[in-house]
């Protein structure tokens, strides 16, 4: 069984009954989540900002500010983040003025802490969709929903030939392959290239639902289904409609809720926990996994019929390791990407760099990348990104490989690195005055701050 949610979510708690909010916090830190808990509707709305919480929980009746007018504040300065709403005050009228205000939920006292942890898990999951949702119409509406895709790699040229195969029709597809290779962005591209881009597509991460809340997610509930369920509930086969459902993770589902998938991939239909009724499945499946599920099933932990009525089509994503000669137009792609949305302006790779980062083997494959050269432009910002901005353990090889650069080249490169260096220690000491720097390196000021342009280096950085 798959523990509660531990360290996957900042709760903000905002009550001006201290009692109440100081049990409260103490509920939720007891369920592994990490709290934080103000008596002040206005310190709670600057936590917002400073703190970023993933979900927060208002009392509705607050001297200062209610929470209705929290909620408003809280939407200028997060639009995304769900807000659950505490009342005692239970009325038809409350719940519309809430539900107005765009709360996400509303829980009246005194409430069952099943009930608060079941709300909080799907404000949680709610939010990781928007998350998701941002991120892919960002992708988008740029034409880029292959981005992850890229590469001339014939392995490449192989998926995306089968994404547009296999887009317009409803076969279940199996996209299979290591973590951070682009799973979900290959169930995007599924979608989006066939004719129901215009329905919605909704990620169920298996991984991440405890496995006592999983069907309930998976296909709603009953009121009264189990301890908690005070109202029927909508699970994500109904939810998504006619679009495309994308499970995530599809290996992680434990074997008793297994048979109940198969049995909705082979009839079309399911039933919601603690009902009777049948409902329709409209949507299309696309299922991703890292586990290799044939081993799965010789080991007893994945049902052989439900791999072989998934496995209907498989797109298989290679490694990034399989594909080096594919990570500089990669790199070129991020950095460009990276460059706009840090407001940096790393424009070339040099070449001794370009060849470390082709000869690593990617344990984190296209996902490692990305978060590499987001690092490396958020601490360094360089004009030219140069090996000495690499980790330590993209220097660190095994075997030697056959360089790709001239020792004329590779002898500039060392030199440039070897200047910057030098300045940075220069600007060290003298604490960003340019003027010492210029006297102790016995170079003019003018020279000076066209190598610090040139570097990235900001002497404002260096002061005090």
Known sequence: MKEKLQGQGRILVVDDDRPLLEALVDALESMGYEVRGESSPAKGLALVGAWAPDVAIVDQKMPQMDGLELTASIRQICPELPVIMLTGFGTIQDAVRAMRASVYDYLTKPFDLAEVELTLHRALEHRRQLQRYKFLAEATSRGAENQWLLGDDPKMRAIRESIQAVAGTDSTVLVTGESGTGKELVAKAVHTAGPRREKPFMVVDCAAIPDTLLESELFGHAKGAFTGAHQAKTGYFEAVADGTLFLDEIGEIPLPLQSKLLRVLEEKTFVRVGDTRRRLVEARIVAATNRDLAREVEEGRFRKDLYYRLHVIELHLPPLRERSNDVPQLVDHYLKQLNRKLNRRTAEVSPAAMELLRSYSWPGNVR???????????????????????????????????????????????????????????????????????????????????LLFKWGLDPSEFRG
Not at 381 to 410: C, D, F, M, N, W
């Open 368 to 450: 490692e990348l990305v978060h590499l050269l987001e690092h490396i432009l958020t601490f360094h910002h360089p004009q030219a990104l140069a090996p000495i901005h690499l980790p330590s353990h993209l220097h660190h090889r095994g075997k030697a490989t056959l360089p790709r650069v001239t020792y004329a080249e590779l002898k500039d490169e060392l030199l440039e690195e070897a200047g910057r260096e030098y300045f940075i220690a220069l600007l060290e000491h003298y604490g960003g005055n340019v003027t010492l720097v210029a006297k102790h390196s016995g170079l003019n000021r003018r020279h000076i701050h066209r």
